[in-house]
């Protein structure tokens, strides 16, 4: 896959230092987690589908790569050595478990209006990552429609695109890091990109920047959830918009069927639902808070927004109030508060 068809930007690191360099690097360990930190964050999320395995997969590759500092030669960057690690990390914690999906991607058609909700709570799913807690460069490779479709990939196939498309590793430098052969890299990098290709996903999905009429699209969506005027936020939808909401197995597509959902499940009426603004995947996302019975208001779901031009393409609404923490949102807000 090249780089229109992942939509990453990344670009190969400069030349490796000398091997006097490198090892002098890693005797400063403070340093070292601070410097390669946020980046391993964005590999292990893009293998693990979760945040919160992320965090703690790099904690356990630090300390491998701690452990195993005397032993280092030099022959590769310690950026390399790191990301090998990582991999290497990643792929024993995911053997033996289910990939993480996003409801759309169970394979169940969308739900229709009046159709029950279901819950499940058993099923591990998708999470976004911050921005904030990514490197800057890297946020198009963790797009939430990538790192979904990286999650029908078995794992070794992912950690191949990964490491050859991503970090523009040759299939030498895979090879040598997966303890497998050039032949098993590129065949395994083929099928890998057979099933991306089917994702559907092109350059064309990823906008780096909000135009102007994107961020008052966004400005009135969420006036909109304010005044809950249904009418106003179906008409800022795309006709065949979707929308999940884990760990909800229902999806939805369409404008009205949207609509529905909205007007009707939701439980916050007018002034109810204030939105506080972050970021996830490289995309616009919003803290979405419901009122509660004392007047103030608790965190309700996340919802990361696709756009299309100006107008809304998708939005996942994640309902899980873990994440209000991980994004850095405010765990309640007062009963004044009032969209800026």
Not at 54 to 68: G, M
Not at 205 to 218: A, H, I, M, S, Y
Not at 316 to 324: K, N, S, V
Request: charged share 25%; aromatic share 8%; glycine share 6%.
């Amino acid at each position: 896959m090249d780089q229109a068809s992942t939509g990453a930007t990344i670009t190969r690191p400069t030349a490796d230092r000398t091997s006097d360099d490198h090892r002098s690097e890693l005797g400063d360990f403070p340093s070292l987690t601070a410097r390669y930190e946020r980046e391993l964050l964005a590999h292990c999320y893009r293998m693990s589908g979760s945040v919160h395995e992320a965090e703690d997969l790099v904690q356990e590759t630090f300390l491998r790569a701690w452990k195993a500092s005397a032993d280092f030669q030099g022959r590769s960057s310690v950026r390399t050595w790191l990301h090998r690690i990582a991999t290497n990390v990643c792929l024993t914690n995911l053997e033996g478990r289910p990939r993480r999906p996003l409801p759309a991607g169970l394979g169940t058609p969308d739900q229709m209006a009046g159709e029950a909700l279901e819950q499940d709570h058993e099923v591990a799913w998708l999470e976004p990552v911050p921005d904030a807690a990514v490197v800057v460069a890297e946020r198009d490779s963790i797009r939430l429609a990538f790192v979904a479709a990286l999650q029908h990939l078995p794992a070794r196939q992912r950690a191949v695109l990964i490491l050859r498309d991503v970090l523009r590793w040759s299939a030498a430098e895979v090879a040598d890091a997966l303890d497998t052969t050039v032949a098993a890299v590129n065949s395994a990098l083929q099928r890998a990109h057979a099933q991306m290709k089917a994702c559907g996903l092109t350059e064309d999905t990823v906008e780096p920047t909000l135009t102007e009429g994107q961020r008052q699209l966004l400005d009135r969506y969420v006036d909109a959830f304010w005044r809950k005027d249904v009418g106003a936020i179906v008409s800022m939808l795309t006709a065949e918009a979707t929308w999940d909401m884990p760990p909800f197995t229902s999806w939805f597509k369409g404008a009205t069927t949207i609509g529905w959902l909205i007007g009707t499940e939701c439980p916050g009426g007018a002034h109810d639902m204030p939105m506080v603004a972050t970021w996830a995947n490289g995309q616009p996302a919003y803290g979405l808070y419901m009122r509660t019975p004392a007047g103030d208001f608790a965190p309700f779901q996340l919802q990361v927004i696709e756009l299309e031009g100006e107008q809304v393409r998708h939005v996942t609404a994640f309902f899980d109030e873990r994440l209000f923490a991980t994004f850095g949102l405010p765990d309640r807000l007062p009963a004044d508060h009032r969209p800026a």
